[in-house]
């Protein structure tokens, strides 16, 4: 069987009588092509088949357009921010590159692919680093989490801002106490726990941390051998009534996907949210604001982010390299069903 031939850039330029300059903007819809003409070309190119020759391009460039991103893709809020990213890029006529962190140990062989791509301007989301110091050639120029990185821009999104909210909101419910199902043991989890507690501290409400994980099935398992400890306590007492998570009015979760689990483990044990117990999350996933669990959580303002990220990695692209930057974006509470009046408030 013959091989198709490839379709170039000449192809689309003799079909459109254009030069082939004029099409290579037209597709990189770079304004000097006026929208019509770039329409057109467009059409064309896609009528023939035309595709880019990515590797030729970086090739043929000392400074390629294409920002490469390092996520573990596992993460929900990882992909809103690449998906986010990927948008702003190519408005800007820049293309990216993901590498999935959740396949390696760490993020060092997903920078690693990238560089062997000739891809020097990298994003590296909420990345762990095995505390091996990274070559000059490996490290980011931007990295999205909570702690900086020697030489690259910073974007963080504010833990306390929708956290403090989200206290004030539990507190005018008639909460006197949280519940906290704190993340895995990493830097980001302690900023996260400590932005809680101080939120607590300050509005006269006592934070219960208690170790958990990132996952559904994290939250599943905790709120599960809650539950079994209260059933020992009550059981002790001669209390057969139905199961209750004692002195737990309020469960905060250390990210959406915990809340889900937890909210699972309630619901199969009985427990009407937020009638008996108010469950409350963090990310603003697209499960936080699905039909199913409808899950009061906090915004961490993953557009603004992607924004600000894309502009450094495109400045340092472009060479405009100056002292590294660290930009703060606010989160903010977004009130769903699953937050509701204490209990014991109710008529």
């Not at 427990?271 to 603003?284: E, L, R, T």
């Not at 199913?292 to 692209?317: C, Q, W, Y």
Request: glycine share 6%.
């Amino acid at each position: 069987m013959a091989q198709r031939k490839r379709v170039t850039l000449k192809d689309v330029a003799r079909e459109t009588e254009l030069s082939i300059s004029s099409v290579s903007l037209a597709l990189r819809n770079d304004s000097r092509i006026s929208e019509p003409v770039r329409e057109r070309v467009k059409e064309v190119a896609h009528r023939l088949g035309y595709q880019v020759d990515l590797s030729g391009a970086m090739l043929r460039s000392s400074k390629p357009k294409i920002i490469g991103i390092v996520a573990q893709l596992d993460q929900e809020l990882h992909n809103k921010y690449v998906e986010n990213i990927n948008r702003c890029a190519q408005e800007a006529g820049y293309r990216t590159i993901t590498q999935n962190a959740s396949l390696f140990n760490d993020y060092r062989q997903g920078l690693e692919a990238l560089s062997q791509l000739r891809i020097n301007t990298c994003v590296a989301i909420n990345p762990v680093f095995s505390g091996e110091e990274l070559p000059a050639n490996l490290t980011p120029a931007v990295v999205v989490g909570q702690s900086a990185l020697a030489g690259a821009d910073l974007v963080r999104s504010s833990n306390y801002s929708g956290l403090h909210e989200l206290v004030l909101h539990l507190k005018s419910l008639g909460h006197a106490e949280i519940t906290y199902l704190d993340g895995p043991k990493s830097y980001s989890s302690k900023i996260r726990r400590q932005a809680l507690m101080r939120a607590g501290e300050e509005a006269g409400l006592k934070v219960h941390p208690i170790l958990a994980g990132n996952t559904v099935d994290d939250g599943f398992k905790v709120v599960q051998q809650l539950l079994t400890d209260s059933w020992s306590c009550q059981k002790s007492r001669n209390d057969l009534t139905r199961v209750a998570l004692l002195g737990v009015t309020a469960l905060a979760c250390y990210n959406d996907q915990v809340a889900q689990g937890a909210m699972v483990a309630l619901y199969r044990a009985g427990f009407s949210i937020p009638a008996d117990i108010s469950v409350s999350g963090f990310d603003n996933s697209l499960g936080a604001s699905s039909l199913a669990f409808n899950l009061t959580t906090v915004d961490r303002g993953a557009a603004k982010v992607a924004e600000h990220v894309t502009s450094l990695a495109i400045r340092r692209a472009s060479g405009q390299v100056a002292a590294a930057q660290e930009l703060t974006v606010e989160s903010s509470l977004v009130i769903r069903r699953s937050t509701g009046t204490a209990f014991f408030l109710q008529n």
